[in-house]
């Protein structure tokens, strides 16, 4: 998989393992952050921000609603906690091929991940890494490769 669908994949992730951990507040934040971009140049920013909060607020409060239903103590699932080891390993492969990551700031992504499910520890590798070329995106012919 490429960089890109690696994040993807991490992202999915922590979302539905903060749906099983009923964490309604933190997948807000997830789905809201990206689709707010704050420009200091746009003088209409500070008025959409606020709409974007209150959005962001409605949306957490619904996702309480359902999910207080749906996964109530889910989060001691043996599922759940699976899901977090596969997050956790993810993550750390991140850090470790990412070039985007400055290496030389803490990052909690940096520590080893820790068995806390039922299933050992997903053991993956880069079987190859390219240099992306000047100009091109990942995803096109020169990418990361997992």
Not at 3 to 18: D, F, H, P, V
Not at 99 to 116: C, F, M, Q, T
Request: net charge negative; proline share 3%.
């Amino acid at each position: 998989m490429t960089e890109e669908q690696l994040n993807l994949l991490i992202l999915s992730t922590e979302i539905y393992g903060r749906i099983l951990m009923n964490q309604p507040d933190l997948v807000a934040d997830i789905i809201a952050e990206d689709r707010f971009f704050y420009d200091k140049n746009d003088p209409e920013n500070d008025r959409r921000f606020h709409e974007w909060i209150k959005d962001r607020d409605e949306m957490t409060e619904k996702l309480r609603m359902a999910l207080n239903v749906m996964f109530h103590d889910s989060y001691k699932s043996d599922t759940c906690r699976d899901l977090i080891d596969i997050w956790r390993v993810l993550r750390h492969l991140q850090y470790n091929i990412s070039d985007n990551i400055d290496k030389s700031l803490y990052d909690v992504r940096a520590s080893e991940p820790y068995h806390g499910g039922n299933e050992p520890l997903m053991r993956v590798r880069a079987i190859e890494k390219l240099e992306v070329a000047g100009g091109e995106r990942l995803g096109e012919k020169n990418n990361n490769t997992i």
